[in-house]
Each structure stands twice: as C-alpha cells, then as structure tokens.
C-alpha cells in the first residue's frame, strides 16, 4: 500500500528521509480502506520536532469520535541528526514536503523530500529528456 503525492512532481530534491507518523487507532485503520489528500501538506520544524500539516485522512467509518478534525497536525518521528538536518536545510530556504505514505510492516511511514520547486523551463525540459529516452528504447 503506496500514497503517493502528486504535487511532489514539481518538485526537485537533494535529500530523502523515511519517518514515522504518529496516529490514532482510526486514522491507521482509515488509511488502510481508503486514501489520504496531499493537496497542500508540508512539514515544518516547530520547537526541535517536525511536524506534518494538512494531509487530510478520511473519516473512519466505524469510528467512535466522528466529531475529529481529519486535517490536523500530526507529529514525525526522526532521529535528532535528522531533525538537525531538516532544521538546517530549512534555514537554507529548501521547502520540505511529503512524497509518499507507504505501510512498512505494520507501521505507517511517510517519506520526506527536501527541495525546491522547479521551474517552468525546468519542468519542460524534464518532459523533453523523457520523451527522448522513451523513443531511444
């Protein structure tokens, strides 16, 4: 099981790094029916802890508090070298976005992307270089 964020194509990175989520017991069991919105989520460092802003995950269906607001933040779990990373390639105005929510054993991890939004001239060259190797192969 594999989210992935479409807004992350626009997007050039230099680092990547695989955190853990923290969730409740129903957005887990949410997300293993249905899928999470990415549109407009980042992650920023508040206090020395990273934290993910607007992924919205459903309503779980059989849930007893169904008064939550889905679209709250939830905290990431890294090492501090990663969050002293984060912190410092943040000061260096690169933006830090989620990629993808992916299941590894039986727990949720999202994977970070650290870098910046290309351009429209970069954006287009992109699609030149793949075009070009789809019709070398």
């Not at 980042?42 to 607007?54: A, K, M, S, T, Y």
Request: no cysteine; hydrophobic share 35%; aromatic share 10%.
């Amino acid at each position: 099981m594999r989210y992935f964020n479409k807004d992350s194509l626009d997007y050039q990175f230099i680092d990547k790094f695989d955190a853990g989520i923290a969730l409740t017991g129903a957005d887990a069991k949410s997300l293993r029916v249905q899928t999470p919105q990415f549109i407009g989520s980042r992650i920023e460092v508040i206090n020395g802890q990273p934290v993910l802003f607007n992924l919205k995950i459903p309503v779980y269906k059989y849930s007893q508090n169904i008064e939550t607001d889905k679209t709250l933040e939830r905290n990431l779990l890294l090492s501090e070298k990663e969050i002293a990373k984060l912190q410092s390639f943040r000061h260096q105005k690169y933006m830090i976005i989620p990629i993808a929510l992916h299941l590894k054993g039986k727990w949720f991890k999202v994977e970070i992307g650290v870098g910046r939004k290309m351009r429209k001239y970069e954006k287009r060259q992109k699609i030149k270089d793949q075009e070009l190797k789809k019709t070398i192969h």
